[in-house]
């Protein structure tokens, strides 16, 4: 096993702005390498997003149920006292 850092290791530390450069001025042999770390980092977002997306909706999931609970007591109790 090599040592090195491969080519797409080199450029997975690189900034997005700078790789987006790196794209610009290369030629062809190594394009897709660069587009592949692109679509890496595009994937990696979008992930990123569907977790936060599936946490913030399971917290609104029991917010609803507290806000159900909360008023079905509050009637409750607001029937008592009638």
């Known amino acids: 096993m090599s040592s090195q850092p ?17 794209m ?5 042999s190594n394009i897709q390498t660069c587009q592949a770390e692109f679509l890496r980092r595009q994937t990696r977002a979008i992930e990123d997003t569907a977790n936060y997306t599936r946490r913030n909706a399971r917290y609104m999931l029991w917010s609803v149920i507290v806000l159900a609970v909360s008023s079905v007591v509050t009637a409750v109790v607001a029937l008592l006292h009638c």
Do not use: H, I, P, Y
């Not at 491969?6 to 790196?22: E, G, H, I, P, W």
């Not at 610009?24 to 062809?28: P, S």
């Open 24 to 28: 610009a001025e290369m030629g062809n």
């Open 6 to 22: 491969s080519v797409r290791q080199n450029l997975a530390q690189m900034s997005l702005d700078v790789l987006t450069d790196k």
